[in-house]
């Protein structure tokens, strides 16, 4: 499963590239938003940064326009992604960016059912969104779990992207269920990563090596530099 960053900020983006295990970003009108930048210096600089899939969403719901924008967001680089809602004319405009080989992302997928029209429309990604789902009492995961066994069923070959994640266990049964992707605010992406016992085993192991160290004789060069 590859691990996306929920995010419009370059800082978290260069971040997650420094670790070695970003596999692309997603980004949405509200992340945009927030950093307050220049719209296509941004994006452009976040397809620059990035080794993988970048989703950039379009706007407005006319099936026209959305298709104009799709082929306008496709020449941006090469791993853009064109976002497009779950509607009759998200649809619509899907099938005809699929038809011209240009990638899709259907977003904002809450139930199996638009799920299924995503998959007929030939997009290239599906976006169910769990904590939204969560937030209003429904259970997002289960609706996860359902879109990946009818996938598998049907012989989709749409990636299934677990989008709104809110913590670590979503990342894992993300995983559990065979989800191609999960996207994640950095939040949630640093958390991953943290465990106390490695941080009390990390120290206990320095503090022996420091203190064992003047008499353990002859050391590799990078040791005795760390
Ligand atoms: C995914 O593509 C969306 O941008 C995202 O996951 C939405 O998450 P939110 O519900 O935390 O806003």
Redo the contacts with the bound molecule.
């Keep these: 499963m590859k691990l996306f960053l ?1 995010t419009a900020s370059l800082e978290e983006i260069r971040e997650g590239v420094r670790w070695g295990v970003l596999g692309g970003v ?3 009108p ?2 945009i938003g927030k950093e307050s930048s220049d719209f296509l210096p941004r994006v452009k600089e976040i397809c620059s940064i990035v080794d993988g899939d970048v ?1 950039i969403e379009t706007v407005g719901d006319d099936t026209d326009n959305l298709i104009r924008q799709g082929r306008e967001i496709a020449q941006i680089a090469d791993n853009a992604v064109v ?1 497009v809602a779950t509607t009759p004319n998200g649809l619509g405009a899907t099938r005809a960016l699929t038809d011209e080989g240009i990638k899709v ?1 259907m ?1 904002l997928n809450f139930s199996a059912t638009q799920a299924i029209l995503t998959a007929e429309a030939g997009a290239y990604i599906v ?1 169910p ?1 769990l ?2 789902l969560d937030d209003i009492a429904t259970d997002g995961l289960r609706l996860l779990s359902d879109i990946c066994e009818i996938y598998a069923v049907q012989g989709y070959t749409t990636k299934v ?1 677990a ?4 913590h670590p266990l979503h990342v894992v049964e993300a995983a559990r269920m065979g989800a191609d992707i999960a ?3 950095f939040k949630v992406f640093e958390s991953l990563v943290k465990h106390p016992l490695t941080d009390a085993g990390f120290k206990r192991f320095s503090d022996d090596w420091k203190e064992a160290m003047p008499h353990l004789g002859e050391l590799l060069p990078s040791m005795q530099e760390a």
């Design positions: 929920d997603t980004t949405n509200t992340l989703s976002k992302n977003t976006s969104f904590g939204r992207l989008a709104s994640l809110r996207t994640m605010p």
